[in-house]
């Protein structure tokens, strides 16, 4: 099925360990991005690319690493995992950049960082 | 930095009523303005795109509205359904390549 495939669903981190959560689309999409949602915050975008090669910081980047090698993947990385790092991770696509049509959201990954 | 707010965050409905969710925008330089659904546990599903020429945009028993004057959207959900129930998220691209979410309105339709 096409779609944004995220894994881990869920993932429980001690303080200091770094983990990689994986997003992969099969739209051929030029536009990724990483998304943070925490309660009465909303969706907070953390990383986003617009193509292979290409990324760029967003609200939220402190913490986090990305990088896009392929048009496919766009993995986020987590340094040194802190409680407040704490939340549900949603990776999501669009053809060409926000409101262009067809962004589609992954599934999400729930941290706990303990 | 754009602002998105949504009023209320929660609204509980019985099966059958007409309602109305709210979205208000602080910056009214936007090309369009998306409406999503969450799903407890799930991720956002796209429900309509509104462009900035449009005032409004249909799709099914949804009807959403589009006024950049005064930075308000609408989404209206005709003959509620149990099914309906879910998280009601409007967002806002920016320029800058970025979505701006509300924090959204969590919806039940009571059988």
Known sequence: NAGVTQTPKFQ????????????????????????????????R????????????QGE????????????????????????SQTSVYFCASSYLFPGSGGYTFGSGTRLTVV | KQEVTQIPAALSVPEGENLVLNCSFTDSAIYNLQWFRQDPGKGLTS???IQSSQREQTSGRLNASLDKSSGR???????SQPGDSATYLCAVPSTGNQFYFGTGTSLTVIP
């Open chain 1, 45 to 56: 975008l953390i990383h986003y690319s617009v193509g292979a090669g290409i990324t760029d």
């Open chain 1, 12 to 43: 429980v981190l001690k303080t200091g360990q770094s983990m990689t959560l994986q997003c992969a689309q099969d739209m051929n999409h030029e536009y990724m991005s990483w998304y943070r949602q925490d309660p009465g915050m909303g969706l």
């Open chain 2, 73 to 79: 959207s609408t989404l209206y959900i005709a003959a």
């Open chain 1, 60 to 83: 939220v980047p402190n913490g986090y690493n990305v990088s896009r090698s392929t048009t496919e993947d766009f993995p986020l990385r987590l340094l040194s995992a802190a409680p």
């Open chain 2, 47 to 49: 429900l309509l795109l």
